[in-house]
Structure formats: C-alpha cells, structure tokens
C-alpha cells in the first residue's frame, strides 16, 4: 500500500500530486486539488478559497456543493439498498423516472438508463437507428457529445480520427452557427437542409442547444425552423442537454426556452448535480418501443443511490425553483460583465442563463483569436481566487456554468477578479511554466 494512503490519514498536497501523476492518466494535467467546497465557494489543499465558475465540470455541480438534502438521501438509501439487478425494478428508480416525467413536462415519458452522458449520447443513437432504421446521423462541427467511440465520432477533432479511427461511419457535420465568427442560421440551416436533399438515409440530427466549447447559440427562430425541417423529412431531432438541463439557461430545459419539443433528449451532470454518476436518454412511448431491450443492459445505470440522489437534487431545483435563479443572476452577470469588461482584447461575451462565454482576442479591430491570452487569464483567475474554464472552438473562450446558487456578491467579486486576470494576462503574458492550463 503506497504511503499516505491509508484509510483516515491525510496526505499531503505534494503526495497527491505525486501519487496522482504517477497512477492516474489526466490530459492536460493541472496541479490544483480541489479539498473540500460549499454552496459556490471551493477550497484548495492549502485552504485557499476560491468562488467556483465552473460548476465542478461545465455546470454539474447545479444545486451547489454539498447540499444536506442530497447528501441524507444517499445514505439513507445506501443503508437500505445499494444495488438493483439489471432486470428488477427498485423504489428509487421508479419514483426518479416518474420525477423526470413531471419535470419534463412534455411527451418524452420513457426513459434509457445510463451513467454517464457520453452513454446517454450512444443510447440515443441507438434508439434513433433503430426507430427510423436509417444510418445517416447529423451532428455539427465543433460539438462535444462525450468521450465514447460514438461521442468522439460526432465531432470535428481530426486528433480523434488519427488516433483512434476509422470511427462511427455515417456521421455528417455542418455548421452550428457562430454569429461572432461570421457563420449565420441561414447557413447552418442551408446545410442541414442540403446534407437531407443528397442523403436519403438521414434518420437524425443530434445538437447541444448551446455549444459547451464555446457558449455559443442561436435564436428562437433557428431552432423552431430546424424543428419544421426534422418534421418534413421524418428525421429525429436529439437534443443534448447535458449542459444545459435542469435550468441552466434560465428555463427548466433548453428545449423549453428555445420553443420546441425535441424527439429525444440526453441528460446528465446536474440530473444529479455531480453527487453521483447517472444520466438518462428521454424519449416518447413510440420511440421506445422500437429499442430492442439488449441495446441498454448498464450494469450500474441507475443505481438505487444514484436514483436517490437525483430525485433529492430535482427536489432542491423545484423547491428553490433554481432556473429563474439561473434567468435572474445570468442577466445581471452578462450586464456586468459587458460593463466592466469593456477591454478591445474581449471581443465577444455572450450567454444565456448562467452559460457565459467570454471570447479574448487580439484586438476587436482584427477579431484574431487569441488562445494564449485565454490560457494565461484562465491561470490568472485561479490564482486571484476564480475558479473557471476555458474552450471554444479556437480555445480563446473562458467559459462560466456556476453552481445556480450563486449570489450577486459573488458574481460582482468573480467580474472583478476576471478583469483583473485579463489585463495581468495581457501585460505579462504566459508564465514561464509548461503547465497547460
């Protein structure tokens, strides 16, 4: 047993680092230990606090860190049943599903149990060849469905091909629209309705509402027209809601805020909040009667534990009704943001709800991207006390999914601290380290 590691002693911060470089394969590598958080704040190793952007991982972390509601939920549940056999039905499973019906709140009734939401992703591919019984798949260029052979094939990282190809045939990418970078709706739309001319065997199109690379979108009228053209051509339309769910955009779903109804919905990260692994592929009675029963054996999808913490956490969300929340506090942080922020190497911050995408250049006359710019105010941020990510399709973007609790106090403290970051980032440059941050 490796010294330090056993059970109730504390390891050192520098053990950790050692242990986890030596065992543990990250990419990139980054020597931050997150030791312990509450609400909106985490603290580190050293305990150094630090108000959390990022939500855990792009948002997870919705209700905040270390809800008691949550937290009594899984151990009651763990002393009572902490496993169910693939074909038995348990208490927590029932009543979660029964949960998301309501919460959902539309015709998509019928639910694919899975761990996490790359399974989600494939589930949904599944479901959706099998229900048409046609191969062709949309999905759009710089989209992220996860990191299973189906998620990464939906992508457009030519690093995956090269390494791990041949991928999942039969995948078409057209654009997503990126109004900042000169790629419209009609553009987007014009390829879509093309791609469905040529290929006659187009069964579906899969799309995150908001691209979690960069927080970027559309409007109303893109995705309700993209609704009409699924609906003329019999093609499925796939929401991945990953990101978005569970009231992150200041609607309880995306698919609410925009005005449609998708044909299968993939959710994931904060159906529990980060507390437990669990995600599910929501689909309507007719769907679902066309998947064969094999296509979804999860050894460990939906766990009794993990029901139980996802039910606790839908509870936290409707009780504190945390998307108007996500409306409100999104609106005042856009607002600040563009006020305080106004630097002619911030081209672009756009968002909706409390999915913010702020996208750092050169210089707004040039608009040219500047990822290393981005890099070193992301390592700013941490070390003046924010904790927050960065991506994009140009990996010029710092990305901002807070826990949806987070209050204005800490909002007007993380645009001050992100400012700061910039300007010391622009100044100074990139540290000497070859940490890739």
């Not at 996860?146 to 995956?160: I, P």
């Not at 390494?163 to 057209?174: Q, R």
């Not at 739309?189 to 069964?203: F, S």
């Not at 005005?259 to 692994?277: E, F, H, M, Q, R």
């Amino acid at each position: 047993m490796a010294e330090g590691s056993r059970d109730g002693e504390f390891i050192k911060p520098g053990k950790i680092i050692e242990l986890d470089k030596k065992h543990i394969f990250r990419q990139p590598f980054r020597p931050f230990i997150i030791d312990s958080a509450k609400g909106s704040i985490i603290s580190d190793a050293y305990g150094k606090k630090y108000i959390d952007l990022v939500g855990g991982l792009y948002g997870a972390v919705a209700v905040g860190w270390q809800r008691k509601e949550v937290i009594s939920a899984m151990a009651a549940q763990m002393k009572k049943l902490s496993f169910a056999p693939e074909k038995t039905p348990s208490e927590a499973c029932s009543r979660l599903a029964e949960e998301l019906s309501g919460i959902l709140d539309c015709k998509l009734t019928k639910f694919l149990r899975a761990v996490s939401g790359s399974e989600a992703a494939d589930l949904a591919i599944k479901a959706a060849r099998s229900y048409t019984g046609k191969k062709t798949i949309i999905s759009t260029l710089n989209a992220y469905h996860g990191q299973t052979y189906g998620g990464v094939s939906f992508e457009s990282d030519k690093r995956y091909d090269a390494k791990y190809g041949p991928l999942v045939p039969k995948i078409l990418k057209i654009p997503f629209p990126y109004e900042y970078r000169g790629v419209t709706a009609e553009q987007s739309l014009g390829a879509i309705k093309k791609a469905m001319r040529e290929k006659n065997d187009v069964g579906a199109i899969i799309m995150e509402p908001v691209q979690g690379s960069g927080a970027i979108s559309s409007s109303r009228e893109y995705f309700k027209e993209l609704r009409e053209v699924c609906d003329g051509k019999g093609v499925l339309l796939i929401f991945d809601e990953v990101i978005t769910g569970f009231g992150r955009l200041g609607s309880k779903f995306a698919y609410q805020h925009y005005g449609i109804v998708p044909d299968i919905v993939i959710l994931g990260k904060a159906i529990s909040s980060g507390y437990a692994p669990i995600a599910t592929t929501a689909m309507d009675e007719d769907i679902a009667s066309k998947f064969d029963a094999y296509g979804n054996i999860s050894t460990f999808g939906w766990n009794p534990i993990c029901a139980a913490a996802a039910s606790a956490n839908l509870g936290v969300i409707i009780k504190e009704r945390l998307w108007l929340e996500a409306k409100r506090n999104g609106k005042y942080f856009l607002a600040r943001a563009r006020e305080r922020l106004n630097h002619d190497i911030v081209g672009e911050i756009r968002g909706t709800g409390l999915f913010i995408g702020i996208e750092l250049v050169k210089d707004n006359a040039s608009m040219t991207p500047d990822p290393d710019l981005a890099r070193s105010a992301l390592r700013r941020c941490i070390e003046n006390g924010v904790y927050i990510s960065k991506g994009g399709p140009l990996n010029n973007t710092l990305i901002i999914t807070p826990p949806l609790v987070i209050d204005k106090r800490q909002i007007d403290r993380s645009i001050e601290i992100i400012g700061r970051s910039i300007i010391q980032a622009s100044s100074k440059g990139l540290s000497k380290n070859n940490i890739n941050w």
